[in-house]
């Protein structure tokens, strides 16, 4: 979905060596990275923890220089003052003064970016409703629990209106709901404020619901690339979903596969979350491949002053445009990137057999390999929950 190729960051061979206090080598946080994100697209960099995507981040932001290796932001190296004004930064320990309000701590963030008084206070009111602290907004943000810490991040992520969003695990500490409103709020930014984002986790449906690209970092190195439809999808399979079936139909629909030469009837299951498969898989050809690693191994109305329109939106606009957003997420398309059939056709049968028909001699050998989701590893999986359980110290 990057529309005119525009790079808003480069980076190659990107490497990152922290050194102890002798400057010998300790760990290779970032191991020749090469990544692209284009303007206006939704970027993910999706790893375990100690993967090196902080790290990637703080070269980004020109808060670390690299050992090795460039990275540019916005066409400039990250350490220019003039791109600072048009990035926008989500840490992933929110850094706030533990005594100012969420009121203060806005008004401060928009007077380091010199927002003169009256505009100030009108993108601070906005973006408090947008993530919906205007009722606590007086409470001193060192009283925050982390998700509202999470939330009054992202409002200070905005306060400049920035043209490159760097979220870094932005849903961490969030309730479901909260996870889903921000996943949202991700998505209308980018779909109707043409905000480019960069989204690090290590939550593989975050990374799945609103990234179109996305990069899996192991070990500080990239292991896989490329968009989620070709990440996910297995080319020498057809999957077809239709209404529950009878035994019956489902034993006739078994025989006219098996009419086609070579071919049998896989599968038959409910839709399981791929992304995951994929990730695990990835993450232990990583480990095989590797010996170490440097990390753990295993609202409300939007802001109207976002993206130049200070015209009020009506709330039910806004909702119907997340919704919308929300519908035609990347994550939810079939592997084919067509949408699921609502109705099956009532000659369901007949549809089967020339799909199977219409399909290219090399798809016709035999297709034995067990798709990846039968045995996820639960513990890489606990290992990447853990964080987000973690309690604020
Ligand atoms: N300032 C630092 N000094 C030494 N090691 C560091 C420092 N920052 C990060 N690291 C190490 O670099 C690796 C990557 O860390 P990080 O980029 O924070 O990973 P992620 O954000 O993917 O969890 C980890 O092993 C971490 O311990
Ligand atoms: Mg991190």
Redesign the pocket.
Known sequence: MSTDGTLVVHAVGLTKV?KDFWLRN??V?VDRLDFEIHQHEVFGLL?P???????TIKMMLGLLYPTRGRISVLGKAPTEVAIKSRIGYLP?ESYLYRFLDARETLDYYGRLFQIPRPDRRRRVEQLLEMVGLTREARRRVGEYSKGMARRIGLAQALINDPDLLILDEPTTGLDPIGTREIKDLILFLNREKRKTILL?SHLLADVEDVCQRVTI?YG?RKQAVGSIHELLSQENQTQITTERLSADAIERVRRIIEEEDGKSLLSITTPTTRLEAFFLKTVRAAQVAQTKT??ATSGGRIAGFLGGTEKAEGEAVVSSLIAAASKSAPGQETPTGEPPSQAPSSDVIDQLVSATRARPPEAAQEETETPPVTQPDRTVIDDLLKRADRPRE
């Open positions: 922290f300790r760990v946080a790893g923890n100690g993967s090196g995507k902080t790290t992933e690090c970092l500080g440097s990390g």
